[in-house]
């Protein structure tokens, strides 16, 4: 049987960049090798295991334990990770030093991913008579619109989600969730000598950001939650025009939102467009948690010693949630690792993860 880190370089080693939202700084995208990898792994240990194709080339693995119980517990984390451009280190060389393992996915999730499967491989003779029918799927496109999460909790249902997330093996129950805004403004060119017979897309472009500031950010931060806070926004990047002395043709800008439950920005687009002309507008969400703490399956992370958490970020557990599924994230390493450019985890912290989701297996 491989060792936690073993899988989890073997993970590392598989180039699984996410091919949306930029330059994935390699050639190497999509999530299909390291699937079959995953499927490879689990179907020894007695699984069912399927490659589901959400988009083209772009698969969830999905594994199902057959068990006559009941209820239904899934561990679900991701296999895509973001782009590897501008990373310091070799992102797919997998190294181990000083105490870590290095490379992209390492922590964001390849490492949640390995420590699950090995308790999976450690668990295997005990699966079919555990309380639980457990399911392990390796989910595509978390990093830019979660495709798989959603085609999967689209064709199957669980009473309990586990999605795979470096959380430090803390429970978070409750995340923010996240908006994307994307403005597109046009203009005409001329030369900037004489501004007034062009039409300036920046101009336009200010005009709309000036109305998120003045008129759409008070009204978002009339709504807060008890554990998360409050609604966030923040202009991320903004690009327009080719040269100083020519009136820009066009301009573009995005917006992040972090949104807590009851919040939403479904209203922004119509409001800007209902202001500036010829406004273009592209809104992209995703969802926000809130699991109840009360919930048993909770209870029982809790007694093997995991605390509860919240967090900033979004992920596929909020999916499953909105879906009616009870749902958290969890894992092994720290947040802080993800997305960086020399991305990590700890080997002990990988280890441990491994060992705890091992006994709560054994506990099921």
Do not use: Y
Request: proline share 7%.
């Amino acid at each position: 049987m491989k060792s936690v880190l073993e899988i989890a370089r073997d993970l590392v080693a598989i180039p699984s960049v996410n091919p949306d939202g930029g330059d994935p700084g390699t050639a190497r995208t999509g999530e299909a090798e390291c699937a079959a990898w995953v499927r490879d792994f689990l179907a020894p240990l007695g699984a069912e295991v399927r490659l589901d194709e959400v988009l083209p080339g772009r698969p969830n693995v999905v594994a199902r334990f057959p068990n006559a119980a009941g209820r239904r517990l899934l561990l679900a984390p991701h296999l895509d990770t973001v782009s590897v451009a501008g990373m310091t280190i070799d992102p797919f060389a997998a190294e181990v030093r000083d105490g870590r393992l290095w490379g992209r996915g390492a922590s964001d999730t390849k490492g949640p991913a390995a420590a699950m499967l090995w308790a999976l491989a450690a668990n295997r003779e005990s699966l079919s008579k555990a309380g639980w029918e457990v399911w392990f799927a390796g989910l595509a496109g978390e990093e830019a619109g979660q495709p798989g999460a959603r085609h999967l909790a689209a064709t199957e249902t669980f009473d309990f989600v586990i999605a795979g997330e470096p959380t430090d093996l803390k429970i978070v129950h409750a995340h923010k969730g996240c908006s994307w805004l994307a403005l597109r403004t046009s203009g005409r060119s001329v030369h900037a000598s004489r501004p007034e017979s062009g039409e300036n897309a920046i101009d336009r472009m200010t005009e709309a950001l000036n109305r998120l500031h003045a008129d759409c950010k008070p009204r978002l931060k009339e709504h807060t939650h008890p554990l998360l806070g409050g609604n966030t926004m923040s202009v991320g990047t903004i690009r327009g025009g080719s040269k100083v002395n020519i009136v820009p043709d066009h301009c573009e800008a995005e917006i992040d939102f972090r949104l807590v439950p009851g919040s939403d920005v479904e209203w922004v687009p119509d409001f800007l467009k209902s202001h500036i002309p010829g406004l273009q507008v592209e809104l992209r969400s995703s969802l926000p948690l809130h699991t109840d703490p009360s919930h048993p399956a909770i209870g029982l992370l809790q007694s093997l010693g995991a605390g509860l958490a919240t967090a900033p970020w979004f992920c596929d557990a909020a999916v499953f949630a909105a879906a009616g599924c009870a749902s958290v994230a969890m894992g092994p390493g720290s947040i802080a690792q993800a997305h960086t450019a020399d991305e990590f985890i700890d080997i002990a912290a990988l280890e441990e993860g491994a060992r705890f989701f091992k006994r709560f297996l054994e506990s099921l």
